[in-house]
């Protein structure tokens, strides 16, 4: 079991440059033909999953009575137009909703590794009828994010930076956590999708702009990017209760509330017992439940 598992491990997290074209259009053929489907007679490849699924779009913008069987328009032509949208800071509605549904019903190819996984445990040793899992599983190995669709594929490359943190989770602190090569990908904090600023430009966040976020998780990780000292001072915290610990060394509690109806957020300011090389003690703040009233608590 073990070694089913790290394999598809190593196969969900892979990174590449670039994508093997031949091996993954085999690949999908070979899905097709697994799953009884006669395979695409044209084969697409984008360098992200937005590409594709802008690409996917464009396709779907040319056949308005949405059935699958779509006509393709030539490579070049299409990748000029996904490549011009990529640009744009505001889609046109009905690519906009095309791309947006395009994602919700993708083949995830080697990210789907987490459910072929289980499926090929039982393959190896010895379960029947799992024979039309063989072409998804080939998939996972060569491809990115996928599109079946009659008559054509999109073919997503895979990523080629992913970066976790020790508990697995997507995490970098200072560049996307997962990229490809046209530039796209995500930023993350500790697996929560962040916006760009806030990973590559935590300086420029403010006060204003945490009380403004809607995102209780996203706030969190927006004081601790622009750091718990600037946001007491900048969001004019109020001083609930302050005393002394064992050691008499000072202990505050600070809250601050916000504009919604979302829970205030509180924290205790504790001073280290052990002192610094110059004598002096490094004091930190750990937030605490809302309902949290002396430092003691």
């Known amino acids: 079991m073990e070694v089913v598992r790290d394999e598809w491990l190593e196969i969900g997290l892979a990174t590449a ?4 074209r031949s091996a993954a259009k085999e690949a999908i053929i070979k899905s097709y033909k697994c799953a009884n489907l006669k395979p695409p007679e044209f084969v697409f490849f984008a360098r992200s999953p937005k590409e594709g699924a802008l690409k996917v779009a464009l396709l779907k913008q040319q056949n308005p009575n949405g059935d699958m069987k779509i006509q393709p328009m030539h490579a070049s032509v299409l990748t000029k137009k996904a490549i011009e949208l990529m640009q744009e800071e505001k889609l046109p509605e009905d690519i906009a909703k095309h791309a947006q549904d395009a994602f919700q019903w993708a083949c995830y190819g080697q990210h789907d590794a987490g459910w072929l996984s289980f499926y090929d445990f039982f393959s190896r040793i010895g379960v029947e009828g799992l ?14 994010w996928w599109w079946p669709m009659e008559n054509i594929s999109v073919i997503s490359e895979r990523p080629g930076k992913l970066f976790r943190d ?12 997962i990229s490809y090569s046209d530039a796209w990908g995500l930023y993350v904090w500790h697996g929560v999708n962040v916006p760009e600023y806030v990973i590559e430009r935590p300086e420029t966040i403010t006060a204003k702009d945490i009380m403004g976020e809607s995102n209780a ?17 900048d969001a ?13 060394l000072e202990r505050k509690l600070w809250r601050v509330d916000f504009d919604n109806d979302d829970d ?8 280290n017992s052990t002192a610094e090389p110059n004598g002096t003690r490094r004091k930190f703040i750990i937030p605490v439940p809302p309902d949290t009233r002396t430092p003691d608590e």
Request: net charge negative; hydrophobic share 30%; glycine share 8%.
């Open 17 to 20: 440059k670039g994508l093997n």
């Open 217 to 233: 998780e996203i706030r969190r990780i927006k004081i601790e990017r622009m750091g718990e000292d600037n946001w007491l001072k």
């Open 131 to 144: 024979e039309q899992l063989d072409g998804l599983k080939e998939a996972a190995r060569w491809c990115g």
């Open 236 to 248: 004019n915290a109020k001083l609930v209760s302050e005393d002394k610990d064992k050691d008499g």
């Open 166 to 177: 020790d508990q697995g989770r997507l995490h970098c602190e200072d560049e996307k956590s």
């Open 264 to 271: 205030p957020w509180v924290a205790v300011q504790v001073t």
